[in-house]
Structure formats: structure tokens, C-alpha cells
């Protein structure tokens, strides 16, 4: 077989979009060179990867499995291009991570600061994401490095616990457990609970730890972001629990962080996640070997 690059590139393109048409648009290409590619791709491979109607573009079987392995060759592709142009000196590079918001705001910001400060050719991409997403982007090649909790194994990535945070119940300065340094966390039973969708990390920890207690918390407010949940906590809305790296913003911004005593064995970790075969550019790298420098438990 002679697969080209462009071919997975092309074929990639039309399984996400569903469609040779916005595929080839997206690659500013011609429609009929978009088709034309992946009937070469499907002549070399020896069988039709999509059904075709006059509306649609449907991956088979044949595709789906094609799939991950068109991801790995491409993702790979890109980032020896990007390491290629980059100099050995670190005059120049990118570096391109993916967490949450408030990971962003309350552990990368500092570190990564730091490091441009002292190589100010190395920019930084940030991505924005929740869990599910930072994973998705780092399996597919779009960013280089992630920062979430996961509790299990994931095909072809690699998770390397960064931080190990204890949990916190965050209130409101006017609420009436607000002095207080330590509670029980059967003492939060009669307020407000203000929780996150199950999507974020957070939310999964604590399930897990709930799981293990008789402790059952009914959600009053459920939202889809922390910055949202701390949101309503501050303005008296209720109470939400959360790792340590989010109750350092809670107090800054003006909430209260108390202990929860008999939860204090139980740890919210943080992972960082790269994919397992792919060799990071050269500035990605030199970034994770000053990175145990901000977080010990890299080393």
C-alpha cells in the first residue's frame, strides 16, 4: 500500500464531517478531490470505507476501526513537523495544554508564566476544556499535553498523577457555617448543595466518595461549569465541595474554605495525560522536565 498523508487527512475530514463537501471546504480543496482521494484510499485498502447517498456519508464498519489508526499516523505527522521547525536552542516552540478553566486560573497559569519568562520564544496554546474534552484532545493529536482527574485507564494515553488535593466545602462569608475551620460532613446535610454534571471530574470524585459513606446530598443546583458553581455559592445559594487548587479562588475571591473531617483521607487526583506513542515536540518536553519543578509528585 501507498497510503499518503493527505489521503488520511482527507479521510479523517469526511468521517468527523459526515460529508465530502464541508470536508473539502474545511480543507480548501475541491469536492471532487476530497472524493477523489478517499476512492483511492478505499482502492488501496480494498474495501468502500462510507456509504454514499445523494444527502449523506455514513462510516462502515471498515471506517470506524480505520479511524484511531488514521488519528495516531496524522497526530504523529503533526508534531514531528512542529518539532522539526522548532529550534534545539528553545528560541522557538509551542506548547499546547488542555484542563479546565480553573486549572488553568489556579495551577498552569503560575508555572507556565514562569517558564516564559525564561524562554519567551515558547508560546503557549490553552485550551479550555472540561474532562471528557481535554482526553478527546489529547488522544486526537490537538494538544500536546492534558491536566484532569481520571479514575481508570484510557486506550493509548498516558496519566501520570500531578497533584493530590483533599476536599473542601466552600460558603458564602455570610452563611452560618462560615467561622467554622472543620466540619463534619453530615453538618452540611440541611443547607443547599450545589453541584456539577457528572461530565466533570469533580463531580465523579466526589460520586466515588459518596458511594463509600451513607452520606446522600440531593442536588439543589446542578451546573456545567466550577466557575458557575463558585458563582452561586458566593452570592448565597447554597454550599459545593471541591479540591483544594479551587478552594485557594474560592478564598480569593472572597468565599470561605472549610476542612471536612471525615473526608480528609479521601484525595481528588489530577493527572497529567499525554498520548502513549506519540514523542512530543522539543519545547512540549523541555516543558515536563522543569514541570516536577511546580508539581513534586512528577518526579
Known sequence: MNISFRQLQVFLAVYEAGSFTVAAN?????????????AELENQLGMP??????RTVVPNDAAREFFEFAQDVTAT??????????????????VSVAASPLMHYGLLAGPIASYRQRYPGIDFEIHECSTDETLDRVRSGVVDIGFCATDSEISGLEATVAIEDA???????????????????AELLPYNYISLRDSYSIRRTLDQIFARTPLRFENHIEVGSLTAALGF???GAGFLIVPGYAADIAQQWGM????????????????????????????????????????????
Do not use: C, N
Open 167 to 185: 476536599m473542601y466545602a466552600i460558603v458564602d462569608d455570610a452563611h452560618p457555617l462560615a467561622r467554622r475551620r472543620s466540619i463534619r460532613a
Open 77 to 94: 505527522m503533526a508534531t514531528a513537523k512542529r518539532s522539526i521547525t522548532e529550534l534545539i536552542t528553545l528560541e522557538r516552540g509551542k
Open 26 to 38: 474545511g480543507l480548501h480543496i475541491s469536492q471532487s478531490a476530497a472524493s477523489k482521494m478517499v
Open 233 to 235: 455559592a458566593r452570592q
Open 256 to 299: 470561605r474554605r472549610i476542612a471536612i473531617s471525615d473526608l480528609a483521607s479521601f484525595r481528588h487526583r489530577i493527572s497529567l495525560i499525554r498520548r502513549r506513542t506519540t514523542r512530543l515536540s522539543v519545547a512540549a518536553r523541555h516543558w515536563l522536565a522543569v514541570l516536577p519543578q511546580s508539581f513534586p509528585l512528577l518526579k
Open 49 to 54: 470505507l462510507f456509504e454514499r447517498t445523494t
